[in-house]
Nanobody, 127 residues
Framework: QVQLVESGGGLVQAGGSLNLSCVAY????????????LAWFRQAPGNEREFVGK????????YYADSVKGRFTISRDVAKNTVYLQMNSLKPEDTAVYHC????????????????WGQGTQVTVSS
């Protein structure tokens, strides 16, 4: 089982930027990311959780939801077992709790395929 710990959320004005981090831990705290996909999801109050984007640990291929394409960038640091979500040009509608998730295989937005989830970090964008 993979444990995920997010950080980096906060309050920012519209048009601003935030960089979220997600550290992955495996058994004995070591994480072997080979074959995994790590993704970011978000959930705003009263809304269902939605897919933001993902990155494949092997090779670093990324894929984004249309709502964030061109504004958000996902990257990873293999040495630090960390995935990042760089968010630029933030809008009030980006306000949500952002969750990191991990699953084995080449995954996309299907939430049931991700079997490890972090607690989330709050992002609030003021207008």
């Amino acid at each position: 089982q993979v444990q995920l710990v997010e950080s980096g959320g906060g309050l920012v004005q519209a048009g601003g930027s935030l960089n979220l981090s997600c550290v992955a831990y495996g058994s004995g705290r070591a994480f072997s990311g080979s074959g995994y996909t790590l993704a970011w999801f978000r959930q705003a109050p009263g809304n269902e959780r939605e897919f933001v984007g993902k990155i494949e640990w092997n090779g670093g291929a990324t894929y984004y939801a249309d709502s964030v394409k061109g504004r958000f960038t996902i990257s990873r640091d293999v040495a630090k077992n960390t995935v990042y979500l760089q968010m630029n040009s933030l809008k009030p509608e980006d306000t949500a709790v952002y969750h990191c998730a991990a699953g084995h295989g080449r995954l996309y937005g299907g939430q049931p395929m991700y079997n490890s989830w972090g607690q989330g970090t709050q992002v609030t964008v003021s207008s």
